[in-house]
């Protein structure tokens, strides 16, 4: 690996920045709850199915609450009440307290309240051994078949049927994949739900559901075993419905999850406090349940100029790092993004990647890393294409990413034909074992220009954390300073379904999972 470029002491300077800059926003955290985040706490206590129109029960049972200006206190009070009711299951529950005229209930004696309380928190204690359960299921298969030399080949499907998703899925990982990633239909990230059941008709992705999630897992298992070799599955954790994704993805033994602190403000207009509510709930679920995140900083460089825009990726990847070491995630569950994406036709491009690249690395020693391949500047000739995908592969070795998506020949299409995953794994087979230990036999010159070039990005990125350190991470959002786009606090979708915290506000999950 290359030389120092940037000491030590320069790295723990940004995690300082980073800890002060996020300081404030868990302050809001700490006083606010969402929608979402009470849909998944009912959601672990077992709520599932759908009501009238097929609207989920879990949003039926909120959006009353919430209407009834009463969701402050938290649903799992809520639920304990509907158990004190006469409640005989979790669609009881639902039933009674839809019916109940919440406004008027009768406040319970003190006594009365810590009853209910623990025999709330006895069922959630209960909920969440199943998951660590389910969990333990997981990483057995792992330890029984293990996964090979990283970076892991990822690489997607995006057929909008999860049954056609299954079967490119399995071919994918015949031909070598080590991660499969099932792509998100077009804007679910907007829906204030998360649809029920196995899917089959979605655009430009397949919906993300708890039984599509169940579906692809069993079917990856049964090739892990006939591989002998674990197959990973991911997902999306993001948009006005993290923390529910999270737990589903916790329960049917998803193994990563695409988890940002800012790509809904930004990429999709998703209130600021709304997300970082949301994902401070995902991240500790992803926490206790030993998903690795994939964070989106990937996408500044797609919306701003990547030569011009560096330093913003790794300012927000101190950010990103920080919000989730603040969450419980460890540094194996950090699989941080970043990408290839400086126009070709730029000299030096490959001396500017690596750099960037080994900046990254020397930043985050321990974290996985997750390299994305050329999308911004692809072109319609697919052979050139496909050179500029292997020259991604080479950096992802040279560099010991963890976790590398794969670049397609026909980039723009939103499901690659079948032959071009099998050439951009093979080629990244063959890359990766032909460059394997390139990193240990050349050093990089201090006074080069992969070395110069790494100390000014992080130089800049520096700058741009002792600004948000001193006008606020909301400031620097406003002014857009991260891919170019502008949010302001109170914009963007689902601001509604933040609730602010009654002083007596009840979430057993979260009072285990912070006292982990």
């Not at 998903?291 to 990103?320: C, K, L, P, W």
């Not at 071009?420 to 220009?449: M, N």
């Amino acid at each position: 690996m290359p030389g120092p470029f940037i000491t030590d002491e320069q790295i723990a300077r940004a995690r300082q920045l980073a800890r002060e800059i996020t300081d404030p926003i868990f302050s809001l955290i700490d006083r606010n709850t969402t929608v979402s985040v009470e849909r998944t706490v009912l959601r672990w206590f077992g709520v599932d199915g759908v009501g009238a129109m097929g609207a989920p029960l879990v949003n039926l049972m909120v959006d009353r609450l919430h209407a009834a200006k009463v969701l402050d206190r938290g649903a799992a009070y809520w639920y304990g009440r509907a158990l004190r009711m006469g409640a005989q299951s979790p669609l009881d529950a639902v039933e009674r307290l839809t019916a109940a005229p919440l406004e008027k209930l009768a406040a319970l004696p003190a006594e009365e309240e810590g009853k209910l309380k623990d025999e709330v928190r006895a069922e959630a204690r209960q909920a969440m051994e199943e998951l660590k359960r389910r969990v333990a299921q997981r990483e057995a298969l792992r330890s029984e078949f293990p996964m090979g030399a990283t970076p892991h080949k990822y690489v997607i499907v995006a057929t909008g049927n999860i049954f056609d998703d299954v079967d490119q899925a399995r071919a994918a990982a015949q031909a070598g994949a080590d991660v499969i990633a099932v792509i998100r239909s077009t804007a679910q990230s907007l829906l204030d739900y998360v649809p029920h059941g196995a899917t089959t008709e979605g655009y430009g992705g397949t919906y993300a559901t708890q039984e599509n999630f169940r579906i692809m897992r069993e079917a990856l298992d049964e090739e892990s075993k006939k591989l002998k070799r674990y197959v990973q599955l991911t997902n999306y954790s993001s948009g006005l419905c993290m923390a529910e994704i999270a737990f589903a993805a916790a329960w049917e033994r998803l193994d990563m999850l695409l988890n940002d602190a800012m790509y809904g403000i930004l990429f999709r207009d998703i209130n600021l406090r709304r997300t970082f509510i949301d994902q401070y709930f995902s991240r500790r679920i992803c926490a206790m349940a030993g998903i690795i995140i994939n964070t989106g900083e990937d996408n500044y460089i797609t919306t701003a100029d990547a030569y011009d825009a560096a330093h913003t990726v790794i300012a927000s990847q101190f950010i990103n790092e920080c919000f989730a070491k603040r969450a419980g995630l460890k540094d194996a569950q950090l699989g941080i993004g970043h990408s290839y994406e400086i126009d070709p036709y730029r000299e030096e491009t490959l001396l500017l990647e690596l750099s960037q690249a080994m900046l990254v690395r020397r930043c985050f020693p321990n974290a996985p890393l997750k390299y994305m391949p050329p999308t911004k500047h692809k072109e319609t000739d697919i052979f050139f294409s496909h050179a500029y995908d292997v020259m991604a592969d080479l950096v992802a070795v040279w560099t010991r990413q963890g976790i590398q998506l794969l670049g397609m020949m026909t980039e723009a299409m939103h499901t690659p034909l079948l032959a071009d995953r099998y050439v951009a794994l093979k080629s990244a087979s063959y890359i990766h074992r032909a460059a394997r230990g390139i990193d240990d036999e050349f050093v990089v010159r201090e006074d080069g220009k992969i070395a110069n070039r790494a100390r000014s990005v992080f130089g800049d990125a520096l700058n741009l954390l002792e600004e948000c350190q001193r006008d606020g991470m909301v400031a620097a959002i406003g002014k857009g300073r991260f891919g170019d786009v502008k949010r302001a606090e109170t914009g963007g979708k689902g601001l509604d379904g933040v609730i602010e915290k009654a002083p007596d506000y009840f979430n057993p999950f979260l009072e285990m999972l912070e006292a982990k």
